[in-house]
């Protein structure tokens, strides 16, 4: 069991992270991040939380700098034209697309799903039977997600908790990191289609990261409401 001095000093880590942790918008090109140091980070996404455990997301990592052009027209959130730079597509040690998952795969009783269970839950038949169940009437009648985008929005919920712990492990490490959700979700499944053979009826771009090491310490102090304006205790 943790002391109160070895707890307070990871508290006070914690703390310091978080407020370490800003939207990078130009990182030092000539830093990149080590392999050991991205696997955790990736490991952090792969071992995230989701809704009934069902992993609805794939990450999509893009390291060729051709590659990453492919989306500078259109991608206004990390292609650097409100700063006057090559943004985060240019300058990023490690760029990606985390892909939601559509109806296609996460309505419930779907063939994915069923083997999803199976395969990697390994779970046995009457729990899957129960799964079956209360994801049906989860999707059917608590939560009305029904529809394709509703079903993909879902999946990005998700995508979301992901990228939010790999940004959390990156500050740990004091790696930099910005979530990008300014580009045109129609070009960028486009291009994700044509050039990456992502199938669009199974995967939807959920969001854009960006990680390496900041060329400069931010221009702004980090401002929050207070605590009490956050959070309401009954």
Same mark, same amino acid.
């Given at each position: 069991?943790?002391?109160?001095?070895?707890?307070?000093r990871?508290?006070?880590? /914690?703390?310091?992270a978080?407020?370490? #942790?800003?939207?990078c918008?130009?990182?030092?090109?000539?830093?990149?991040?080590?392999?050991?140091?991205?696997?955790?980070?990736?490991?952090?996404?792969?071992?995230?939380?989701?809704? &009934?455990?069902?992993?609805? *997301?794939k /990450?999509?990592?893009?390291?060729?700098?051709e590659? #990453?052009?492919? &989306?500078? $027209? &259109?991608?206004?959130?990390?292609?650097?034209?409100?700063?006057?730079?090559?943004?985060?597509?240019?300058?990023?040690?490690?760029?990606?697309?985390?892909?939601?998952?559509?109806a296609?795969?996460?309505?419930?009783?779907s063939?994915y799903?069923?083997?999803?269970?199976?395969t990697?839950?390994?779970?046995?038949? %009457?729990?899957? %039977?129960?799964?079956?169940?209360?994801?049906?009437? +989860?999707?059917?009648?608590?939560?009305?997600?029904?529809?394709?985008?509703?079903?993909?929005?879902?999946?990005?919920?998700?995508?979301? /908790?992901?990228?939010?712990?790999?940004?959390?492990?990156?500050?740990?490490?004091?790696?930099?990191s910005?979530? /990008? %959700?300014? &580009?045109?979700?129609?070009?960028?499944?486009?291009?994700?289609?044509?050039?990456?053979?992502?199938?669009?009826?199974?995967?939807k771009?959920?969001?854009? +990261?960006?990680?390496?090491?900041?060329a400069?310490?931010?221009? *702004?102090?980090?401002?929050?409401?207070?605590?009490? $304006?956050?959070?309401?205790?009954?």
């Open positions: 069991m943790k002391d109160i001095t070895e707890t307070a990871t508290q006070a880590e /914690i703390i310091e978080f407020k370490f #942790r800003h939207a918008k130009v990182f030092d090109p000539e830093r990149k991040i080590d392999d050991a140091s991205f696997d955790t980070i990736l490991e952090a996404a792969r071992l995230s939380p989701t809704s &009934f455990g069902h992993e609805p *997301f /990450i999509l990592m893009i390291q060729s700098q590659k #990453r052009e492919l &989306f500078r $027209e &259109f991608s206004w959130g990390a292609n650097g034209m409100m700063n006057g730079t090559s943004g985060q597509l240019g300058t990023a040690s490690h760029f990606g697309i985390i892909l939601a998952h559509t296609e795969t996460m309505t419930a009783g063939d799903l069923q083997n999803f269970y199976r990697v839950k390994q779970l046995p038949d %009457e729990v899957i %039977e129960i799964f079956n169940g209360a994801y049906g009437k +989860f999707q059917d009648s608590d939560h009305h997600i029904k529809t394709d985008r509703e079903i993909a929005d879902w999946s990005g919920k998700q995508a979301y /908790i992901v990228l939010a712990n790999m940004m959390t492990a990156g500050a740990l490490l004091r790696i930099d910005c979530p /990008i %959700e300014g &580009f045109d979700m129609a070009l960028t499944s486009e291009v994700l289609e044509e050039h990456f053979g992502v199938d669009p009826k199974l995967y771009p959920a969001v854009m +990261f960006a990680f390496g090491y900041r400069d310490e931010p221009q *702004f102090d980090k401002t929050r409401r207070t605590m009490e $304006e956050t959070v309401s205790w009954f």
